[in-house]
Nanobody, 124 residues
């Protein structure tokens, strides 16, 4: 079993920054992908960014140039650094793991494990 715990959410003003962290524990191989999704009430879960074990990132168009994903394989953690935040970035952010080291942002069902989510609110 794999457990994912997100941290780092909160309230930030437009234009501000936040860093989210996902800590993974449990039965994981050395090769797996970690992704960040977000969801607002009444909407489908949206892929934000993903990173495979080699460190190659993928970003949704809506966050390119503003968000940066990274990972520490030794610690089984992944960070999502979010800059130039906008009110439309407000959502619950979830991290997810794919055991086959695939990054598919358009399909949340690819992912095997999910965290509980952390709220990000961008508001003045």
């Amino acid at each position: 079993q794999v457990q994912l715990v997100e941290s780092g959410g909160g309230l930030v003003q437009p234009g501000g920054s936040l860093r989210l962290t996902c800590a993974a524990s449990g039965s994981l191989s050395e090769r797996y992908a970690i992704a960040w999704f977000r969801q607002t009430p009444g909407s489908e879960r949206e892929g934000v960014s993903c990173i495979v074990s080699s460190g190659a990132p993928t970003y949704a168009d809506s966050v390119k140039g503003r968000f940066t994903i990274s990972r520490d394989n030794a610690k089984n953690t992944a960070n999502l650094h979010m800059d130039s935040l906008r009110p439309e970035d407000t959502a619950v952010y979830y991290c997810a793991v794919d055991r086959f080291n695939l990054c598919v942002l358009r399909d949340p069902q690819v992912y095997d494990y999910w965290g509980q989510g952390t709220q990000v609110t961008v508001s003045s």
